[in-house]
């Protein structure tokens, strides 16, 4: 099986994509630099360059979409979704519903985020709960190379808007992904790792801590499910649900600001639906209320990591 | 439905402005009597956009805001689905779900209406890229006020339709008025046209309120467009005679200036010249008064007698 980094698994996806759709098209903020062999193949019409004016980037994408191509649109860095906030949510997510169902939009918005690159709040913010939180939109942050390659195909596919959330600090990791044709349905959890005894439930970085994790608790006796959500929403509440009736334990871990985060829907569908089943109660892992710092043992910090985890359900194993 | 072919005669120009007065005053009356919702009205602007719609031809889109009537009428949208949309009405043309403030009619070309300042500007240039990498001959219209000037996503709008040499007219309907804010409390120069030559845009200005000046700068502009596949801008000096959103006291209103402004109604002026010039009778102009007040009747009657939407259309249609 080849070997990318989730960095080249983003290129080979958009490859794929362009070459079997003509109407999709890529345009963003040096998307035509860095990828400059996505031009050679397709052309300087299809692959562009725009000004860093990430408003105009995500309505022009919007304006695209609904009349027939199939933008993808690098946004870089997920602070800078705030620049585009309107486009995304008030057009691209409402202005199907408003208008009946007259038109459909059909374009993705990559952007990078997390802790890794000492690059400080304005460029690390894990902003996706955000636009789970904004209808008509959908929303997806890959774990590994194969997972983006797979999960970004079926994203340009999907008729519907999708924030394509990228981990800064899993972006040069290599990983094994399965050569050609390979599609993964939005709204599928994998259960990474199977375990009787506690679920853990992450996506981005944080799914690797929790592996992490899982290897310290099976040297201490303790079974741990490792689930990584993949997509955000769709949410795949019944692979969650289905574990925790298995476990009756549950941590939730994210790097994303544990306030109003993931963690704290994922709890309350438990909460709602597998209450009888719970031995203890539900923990929720997550970055502080709090921007993040530039300084690297700082920025680390607003990280939950493998110790935390494996101490947070060792807690709720003696219970 | 499909576009309504432009007025061939001047008599159809002063027609449609009426539809859209009598349509507009009949939400106003529906709404102060409790019947309606409150309404962004385009009183007093008929002709910016009678002149400007009937430039263009049946492949044309258009974006436009919450004040479409006028828009919408002269694109040939029927007024009963019209009002049928404003009161929620399940034949509406977004089945009730728009209301009046984002009314899109992609059969008649209308697309992607947002009441978001701005945000018409700043999907108008995927539309015309859409349109020319598509192969598709219509250029893009994008109509928005003095206020959306003044937003960001004008000037990037403008910048990359210049940049990326796209198909689109913007017409910018400067109405003195953004919300409850006199342009002149807002805007660093007089004209927004100041600011597309900035963008390397040609633009013009013209008297907004006269339907034949604008209807013969707008086939320019658009003939422009169409020939050149590059942007250009044209502004409508107008005026909001009505208040931002009804029911609206205009009590911030200066009265010497609205005044002046009523003085140089678009419907009266026109209707005074046609009659001068003799390409309309008085009998001609009271059949006509009647045929657009019986086409609103009929309008409203059927807007009231359309069914609220099901109960399962809460959700339907918030994805694809």
């Known amino acids: 099986m080849p070997t990318l980094t989730l ?313 | 439905m499909t576009p309504k072919p432009p007025a061939n005669n001047p008599q159809q120009l002063l027609e449609q402005m009426l539809l859209i007065r009598a349509y507009e005053e009949a939400i106003v009356n529906g709404s102060a009597a409790g019947r309606m919702p409150g309404t962004c009205t385009s009183v007093g602007q008929e002709a910016a956009a009678v002149g400007v719609v009937n430039a263009l031809a049946a492949e044309d889109l258009i974006l436009t805001n919450h004040r479409s009537a006028g828009h919408l009428l002269a694109r040939g949208a029927d007024p009963g689905r019209l009002l049928a949309e404003v009161m929620g009405r399940r034949d509406g043309y977004c089945k009730g779900k728009s209301g009046s403030l984002h009314i899109s009619a992609k059969e008649l070309g209308v697309v992607l209406t947002s009441t978001i300042v701005g945000a018409e500007l700043s999907m108008a240039p995927g539309v015309a890229l859409a349109q020319s990498m598509l192969g598709r001959p219509g250029i893009v219209v994008c109509f928005f006020g003095d206020g959306a000037a003044c937003e960001g996503s004008f000037h990037e709008s403008l910048n990359l339709a210049a940049l990326w040499n796209l198909p689109i007219l913007y017409v910018c309907e400067n109405n003195h008025w953004q919300a409850f804010v006199h342009r002149r409390e807002a805007m660093s120069r007089e004209h927004v046209a100041e600011w597309a030559t900035g963008y390397g845009i040609p633009a013009r200005t013209v008297d907004g309120n006269d339907v034949f000046a604008v209807l013969e700068a707008a086939q320019a502009a658009a003939a422009q467009v169409r020939e050149s596949g590059r942007p250009c801008l044209l502004e409508t000096t107008t005026y909001r005679t009505r208040g931002h959103l009804e029911p609206d006291d205009q009590g911030y209103v200066d009265k010497a200036e609205l005044a002046n402004w009523l003085a140089r109604d678009p419907i009266t002026t026109s209707r005074a010249r046609l009659l001068a010039d003799g390409l309309l009778s008085q009998a001609q102009a009271a059949a006509m008064a009647d045929e657009v007040a019986s086409r609103i009747a009929v309008a409203q009657a059927f807007a009231e007698a359309s069914p609220f939407p099901a109960a399962d259309e809460l959700t339907r249609d918030a994805y694809a």
Not at chain 1, 19 to 24: A, E, K, T
Not at chain 1, 86 to 101: C, I, P
């Open chain 1, 7 to 319: 960095y080249d698994a983003v290129g080979a996806a958009l490859t794929e994509e362009m070459r079997r759709d003509h109407n999709v098209i890529a345009f963003g903020e040096g998307i035509a630099t860095k990828r400059h062999e996505l031009v050679d193949e397709f052309g300087a019409l299809r692959v562009r360059n725009t000004p860093l004016a990430e408003g105009i980037i995500a309505g022009t994408a919007v304006g695209a979409a609904a009349m027939g191509l199939r933008p993808v649109v690098d946004l870089l860095f997920a602070p800078f979704l705030c620049y585009a906030m309107d486009e995304l949510v008030n057009s691209a997510g409402k202005l199907r519903y408003l208008s009946g169902g007259q038109f459909s939009f059909p374009l993705v918005t990559l952007a990078m985020t997390g802790a890794g690159w000492g690059v400080g709040a304005q460029h690390n913010h894990n902003v996706e709960a955000w636009f789970v939180h904004s209808p008509g939109l959908k929303v997806v942050m890959p774990s590994t190379p194969a997972d983006t390659k797979a999960l970004l195909k079926t994203a340009i596919r999907d008729d519907n808007p999708v924030l394509f959330f990228l981990d800064i600090g899993l972006l040069y990791q290599p990983g094994e992904v399965p050569a050609g044709e390979h599609l993964l349905a939005l709204g599928q959890a994998a259960i990474v790792r199977e375990g009787r005894d506690v679920t853990l439930v992450s996506y981005g970085k944080t799914v690797h801590h929790c592996q992490q994790a899982a290897d310290q608790l099976a040297s201490q006796g303790i079974a741990a499910e490792v689930i990584d959500l993949r997509s955000l929403k769709p949410l795949d509440e019944a692979t969650i649900l289905g574990s925790v009736r298995k476990t009756g334990r549950l941590v939730v871990v994210h790097e994303a600001n544990r306030l109003c985060g993931i963690g704290a829907e994922i709890a309350a569908l438990v909460a709602e639906h597998a209450f009888a089943d719970l031995k203890a109660p539900i923990v929720r892992q997550g970055g502080p209320d709090a921007p993040v710092a530039a300084s690297y043992p700082l920025e680390q910090a607003s990280v939950p990591s493998a110790e935390a985890i494996t101490d947070a359900a060792r807690r709720l194993c003696s219970t």
